[in-house]
């Protein structure tokens, strides 16, 4: 009885010594996008996030404008829609936005502010991380439709709480944050077979919240800093019927049957970022039948207007390791965590690696 025992107890302890000996790895590379399929290695993915030109030093940030005109097929797909455009917002000089407001708060603003409202590009920075690795399922034995779920959402960042969202419950698109992001094609949370819409809220981690504490009562401005970030944003699955094959193709560099995608659409941040992606491209290995090959993509746009805040910081010694930049690179000792506190690169390393092993335990397997 003991011996059976004892063989029972081993042959557990193999099988979730197998379950996690291999849990996905990164490993640099100049882009993943471009990665050749036959380099990759088990369990690994490879991934790059470094601009061809960085928006500035130390900065893994490129202008929206850079990007829309040196990569076209990525700002296509990985921009809120194909046709986003920087939008423009009306701000006084001093920096308060005019969007949404009403004729008579504008007025009453110009009453009590001598300077003039006037138009201006609302200036974007990407960050844009690409990841490609290998599943040992067959693209037919996943059904992606079934993680589109809240449940799914919640095991890929427990740190962010999310609830479901109606498509009466969008926002309306008025205020400086909202304007430009509204579909020109459908609304948002609307017209896809398989999707859901979220609205979620995220608490900042560590040392953050104190220091935006700090910040709101040392700035003169009566718009305060928030300690959460709250958004909306639809998940879906797309039908076959949505798919342009041929631009994804496009898009992954690799030109085999695209068998599904997942996208998640944030279009709509209280502050710091103004839109974001996250576009999982699922694709037929061109050597083995039995693997699917996944190309994953993270964008988030940043109002260029956060950087502007790096003197504002400097001048206050208890604040110079809260710049913005540098929190939001993860250079900053405010930094925490392992979601958005952690910083950009962190974060979405992170999330890439924890989607890539939600897939190959069989989360998404028939």
């Given amino acids: 009885m003991m011996i059976r025992h004892t063989v029972v107890l081993w042959v557990l302890l193999a099988a979730s010594g ?12 100049a882009s993943a996008r471009n990665f050749a399929v036959a380099q990759l290695k088990p369990s690994t993915i490879a991934f790059s996030d470094k601009p061809d030109v960085a928006a500035a030093a130390d900065l893994a940030l490129v202008s929206f404008a850079d990007w829309a005109v040196k990569h076209p097929t990525e700002k296509k797909f990985l921009a809120l829609f194909p046709s986003y455009t920087e939008p423009a917002v009306t701000k006084l000089d001093g920096g308060d936005s005019q969007a949404g407001k009403t004729e ?93 819409c979220i609205q979620s809220t995220y608490k900042l981690e560590g040392k953050i919240p104190l220091g935006i504490m700090l910040v709101n009562k040392l700035r003169e401005s009566a718009k305060k800093i928030s300690d959460h970030i709250d958004f909306q944003s639809e998940f879906s699955a797309l039908a076959p019927g949505e798919i342009d094959d041929a631009g994804l193709r496009q898009l992954t560099s690799l030109d085999t049957p695209v068998s599904g995608v997942l996208e998640q659409n944030i279009f709509y941040v209280n502050q710091i970022m103004k839109f974001g992606k996250f576009l999982a491209v699922f694709q037929n290995d061109p050597s083995d039948p039995g693997k699917t090959v996944v190309t994953a993509f993270m964008t988030l746009a940043i109002d260029a207007s956060v950087f502007d805040k790096k003197k504002d910081f400097e001048k206050v010694p208890v604040l110079r390791n809260l710049v913005p930049a540098e929190v939001l690179m993860g250079h900053s000792s405010f930094n925490s965590g392992n979601s958005i506190s952690a910083g950009l690169p962190r974060y979405a390393r992170n999330e890439i690696k924890t989607v890539a092993g939600m897939l190959a335990d069989g989360v998404a397997a028939k």
């Avoid at 197998?18 to 590379?29: C, L, R, T």
Wanted: proline share 7%.
């Fill in 104 to 196: 008579s708060n504008k007025t009453q603003s110009s009453k009590t502010d001598s300077s003039t409202p006037k138009p201006a590009l609302q200036k974007l920075y990407m960050y844009v991380a690409q990841a490609r690795f290998a599943l040992d399922r067959a693209p037919a034995s996943l059904d992606l439709s079934h993680d589109v779920t809240i449940d799914f959402l919640e095991r890929i960042d427990p740190a962010i709480k999310h609830k479901a969202l109606d498509a009466a419950g969008v926002v309306p698109f008025t205020d400086e944050a909202g304007t430009g992001n509204q579909n020109p094609d459908r609304k948002w949370c609307t017209g896809l077979t398989t999707s859901i």
């Fill in 18 to 29: 197998a379950a996690g000996a291999a849990p996905f790895h990164i490993e640099d590379v």
